[in-house]
């Protein structure tokens, strides 16, 4: 008998017979589930895609390219991007990062909270990002950083998709 990892099992589908193909596997997994665990919870819900790994590049050089222009270190603009911007779209789309937030970091003093968002802290910010989230969080970064006259590097040229992000006139 194969034992389970302490992992949940994951299969995801994107048309009818790729769902009726784990469908298939599914009766070895729950007798493998119930002998390891005794009781478990079977979810089907709608796949989300996180962030990209292209987006993450993106931000990372936009953060080097502001910090090369600005008074700040890339990882300062790193950790005031991930404050300003990202925090409330994650706030606003999970009461639960918003009342975790509100419990643990809000109270902090502002320079404090910035401390977070920056290594060696890396409060978990962009990280559970889908890729529609992070889209919107790179348009907020390229307004802010080309609004200070910053000039970042079009993500057309870096191979961003037009679906991970909106470029702001």
């Known amino acids: 008998m194969t034992k389970l990892a302490a992992k949940p099992f994951v299969s995801r589908a994107s048309n ?4 009726m193909a784990a469908l298939t596997r599914l009766p070895g ?3 493998t589930a119930f ?3 005794k009781v478990i919870e079977i979810i089907v819900r709608e796949y989300k895609p996180k962030k990209t790994h292209e987006q993450d590049k993106l931000h990372g050089k936009w953060c080097k390219e502001a910090a090369a222009q ?3 270190t890339a990882e ?3 950790g005031y991007t991930k404050l300003h911007f990202g925090v409330p779209i994650l706030c606003r789309d999970s009461e639960e990062y918003q009342a975790a937030y509100e419990r643990v970091v809000a109270p902090l003093p502002y320079e404090e909270k910035l401390q977070l968002m920056q290594l060696p802290f890396d409060f978990a910010v962009t990280r559970g990002m889908t890729t529609k989230q992070k889209a919107e969080f790179l348009d907020e970064c ?3 950083f080309t609004g200070l006259g910053f000039r970042l590097t079009d993500p057309n040229l870096k191979g961003i998709n037009a679906d991970e992000y909106r470029e702001v006139a």
């Not at 009818?16 to 769902?19: C, L, N, P, Y």
Request: hydrophobic residues 30%; negative net charge.
């Open 142 to 144: 390229w307004r802010h």
């Open 76 to 78: 300062e603009y790193r």
């Open 70 to 72: 600005g008074d700040m």
């Open 16 to 19: 009818t017979s790729d769902g």
């Open 35 to 37: 002998q390891q665990w």
């Open 29 to 31: 997994v729950i007798i």
